[in-house]
C-alpha cells in the first residue's frame, strides 16, 4: 500500500511542477493588452462565450471586474484552453463546433473541477456555475 501512496503523491509534484513552470512561462501583458482584455464585450453567442472562458482560463478572472472572487489564469497550458473552453460549452448542454481534443475533459477534470465540479455546476455555491446559460461577466 505504502508504494502505491509513494507513486502518486510523486506524479502530484510532477504535475505540480509541470503546472508551475507552464504557468511561469507566460509572458506579462502590457497596459494595452490588460486594456483590451478587461474591457471586450462579451455577447451570449457560442462564439463569444468560447473566447470569453479562453480569456478567463489564460489571463484569470480578476481583470473582469464581476466578482470578489478571484480565479488566476495559467492552470491550463494556453494551447488547450480553446478545447477547454469548448469541454465547458458542452456541459451546458449545447453542442460546441470544432469540438475539442479527448485531452480537454482531463485538463478540466484535473485543474477545474476541484472549485467548478465535475458537472461543472460549482461545488456548494462557492464557485460559479459554467453551465448557466448567461456566465458570469458575460455582456461585462
Same mark, same amino acid.
Given at each position: 500500500?505504502?508504494?502505491?501512496?509513494?507513486?502518486?503523491?510523486?506524479?502530484?509534484?510532477?504535475?505540480?511542477? @509541470?503546472?508551475?513552470?507552464?504557468?511561469?512561462?507566460?509572458?506579462?501583458?502590457?497596459?494595452? =493588452? =490588460?486594456?483590451?482584455?478587461?474591457?471586450?464585450?462579451?455577447?451570449?453567442?457560442?462564439?463569444?462565450?468560447?473566447?470569453? @472562458?479562453?480569456?478567463? @482560463?489564460?489571463?484569470?478572472?480578476?481583470?473582469?471586474?464581476?466578482?470578489? =472572487?478571484v480565479m488566476e489564469g495559467g492552470y491550463i497550458p494556453k494551447d488547450m484552453a480553446k478545447d477547454v473552453a469548448c469541454y465547458v460549452y458542452e456541459l451546458s448542454g449545447k453542442k460546441c463546433k470544432g469540438g475539442y481534443s479527448k485531452d480537454a475533459s482531463m485538463y478540466f477534470s484535473s485543474s477545474c473541477a476541484g472549485c467548478h465540479g465535475v458537472d461543472g455546476k460549482g461545488t456548494g455555491g462557492a464557485y460559479p456555475n459554467l453551465t448557466k446559460n448567461r456566465l458570469l461577466g458575460i455582456g461585462k
Open positions: 500500500m505504502g508504494r502505491v501512496a509513494l507513486i502518486a503523491l510523486l506524479g502530484v509534484l510532477i504535475y505540480a511542477y @509541470i503546472n508551475y513552470k507552464n504557468k511561469s512561462s507566460y509572458h506579462k501583458k502590457s497596459a494595452v =493588452e =490588460e486594456k483590451t482584455l478587461s474591457s471586450r464585450v462579451y455577447k451570449n453567442t457560442q462564439d463569444d462565450v468560447v473566447a470569453y @472562458i479562453v480569456n478567463v @482560463i489564460n489571463n484569470g478572472s480578476s481583470k473582469l471586474g464581476v466578482s470578489k =472572487e
